[in-house]
């Protein structure tokens, strides 16, 4: 089992920058593929990013490639989602999800989720 919480979330204008974090804890942590997902009002939920488990290989919807970025520090059980040059467009849930394997863009391949946090980008 794995727990996960994000944080950082908030209010922020157009142009500007957030840093989301998804702690983990239960089950080795180091050994998992971490996804970034978010889902707008009226929205399906839609793949952000991915990193494998060593940080060495990371995907992105093309939407925010160029502006976003991830990265884990496994010795902090903690994923993070750096997002500059925020649009209005990014306003959602943001969520991180978890899975033993490698990295995918399905949400229906992962198996532990947080509860999310919201951020809003204000124009």
């Known amino acids: 089992q794995v727990q996960l919480v994000e944080s950082g979330g908030g209010l922020v204008q157009a142009g500007g920058s957030l840093r989301l974090s998804c702690a983990a804890s239960g089950r080795t942590f180091s050994n998992v593929a971490m996804g970034w997902f978010r889902q707008a009002p009226g929205k399906e939920r839609e793949f952000v990013a991915v990193i494998n488990w060593n940080g060495g290989t990371t995907y992105y919807t093309d939407s925010v490639k160029g502006r976003f970025t991830i990265s884990r520090d496994n010795a902090k059980n903690t994923v993070y989602l750096q997002m500059n040059s925020l649009k209005p467009e990014d306003t959602a849930v943001y969520y991180c999800?978890?899975?033993?394997?490698?990295?995918?863009?399905?949400?229906?391949?992962?198996?532990?989720w947080g509860q999310g946090t919201q951020v809003t980008v204000s124009s």
């Open positions: 999800a978890a899975r033993y394997g490698g990295p995918v863009l399905a949400g229906r391949a992962y198996d532990y």
